[in-house]
């Protein structure tokens, strides 16, 4: 069962609050109120799918630095700024750190819903990405010492002959642990292993998660030459799939 997503709206004005949260209730979504970032930041729950409306002038930490607070914690969520009275500079900021808007008030009711329908599709789409690259670190943790040495050379387009040479050990050695590692992966060919994993990476749309899909390919030392040669050779009709060796 799928959890509705929850538009969380920070902003010391009372009417402010009260307005977007009719508006966006109207709609069939969720909204949770919060006039101090304190308060929000203690009831915030980053596991659940949604985004933020973020006033950014606020007393105490302000908006601007609420969002990066939010980034260097891990509980990244996408902001939608609004304001009464800011200025270009901040805009500029605000983008630059992965705002999905900046709202100036009184703004109209459709940009601001548009602004709020664009932050929830890119949560869903990040948290599928999320899913899909935690589902390939636990498969990768599944594979022997053994078969990581060889998924390992494999990728950065090794030929089995010549794993086998580096290795030490028979061709045919080679080819059961390699079997046995792209079973444990869940993918019959090295192209479906690679088209998984880049497509995974293709949705992580912000600064964190595109973090989070390195590290999966960095627990392998993959030079990214190897890894971008296999990735054409994915997406070029005609090509090869590696898997043949």
Request: a negative charge.
């Amino acid at each position: 069962m799928s959890i509705l997503p929850t538009v969380y709206i920070v902003d010391d004005d009372p009417a402010i609050l009260k307005a977007l949260t009719r508006l966006l209730q109207a709609e069939g979504l969720a909204a949770k109120t919060f006039d101090a970032p304190e308060d929000f930041l203690a009831a915030h729950d980053p596991a659940a799918p949604g985004c933020l409306v973020l006033d950014l002038q606020l007393p105490g930490i302000g908006g601007l630095a609420l969002q990066s607070a939010l980034q260097t914690s891990d509980h990244d969520r996408y902001v939608i700024f609004i304001t009464g009275h800011g200025e270009v500079s901040d805009s500029v900021k605000a983008m630059k750190a992965g705002a999905v808007d900046f709202l100036t008030k009184p703004f109209d009711d459709e940009d601001f819903l548009s602004a709020i329908r664009s932050a929830i599709a890119k949560d869903g789409r990040a948290r599928n990405a999320r899913q899909q690259i935690e589902s390939i670190r636990q498969r990768l943790a599944t594979l022997t010492p053994r078969e990581d040495q060889v998924l390992m050379h494999v990728v950065a387009g090794r030929r089995n002959k010549q794993i086998a040479f580096d290795l030490g050990t028979a061709e045919k050695t080679i080819k059961v642990h390699r079997a046995r590692a792209m079973e444990k992966m869940g993918t019959r060919s090295l192209a479906a292993l690679v088209r998984t994993t880049v497509e995974a990476g293709m949705r992580a749309e912000n600064t964190q998660l595109n973090d989070s899909f390195s590290l999966v390919w960095s627990f392998h030392d993959v030079l990214p030459g190897a890894l971008d040669e296999r990735i054409r050779g994915v997406s070029e009709p005609g090509s090869r799939s590696a898997a043949a060796d």
